[in-house]
């Protein structure tokens, strides 16, 4: 089983560790980062985390498909992590 990520502040100092494999099928991280933390319409997210295992993007569930502002948002962010990783040269 995969380990659970702490929630020590707001969403840019969430991380995960790097490398790890992040399953939560008790929705232990779910109910913490998430459901618990607000009223929620529904019980999906989708959380978009780089490589040094900072959150970048949050989709808050719902209907995800390509031509959706969300579907936009997450392949900009993803783009962006993209364009970092060239820059940096790794």
Do not use: C
């Not at 929620?40 to 295992?53: E, N």
């Not at 209907?63 to 962010?77: I, T």
């Amino acid at each position: 089983m995969g380990r659970s990520a702490s929630k020590p502040g707001p969403t840019s100092s969430w991380r995960f560790e790097a490398g790890t494999e992040n399953y939560d099928p008790d929705w232990r991280t779910l109910k913490r980062w998430w459901l618990d933390t607000g009223d929620r319409d529904l019980t999906s997210v989708s959380f978009l985390i780089d490589r040094q295992g900072v959150i970048r993007h949050i989709h808050p569930g719902g209907q995800y498909v390509k031509g959706d502002k969300a579907y936009a948002g997450m392949k900009v962010k993803i783009e962006e992590l993209l364009r970092e990783k060239l820059m940096r040269g790794s």
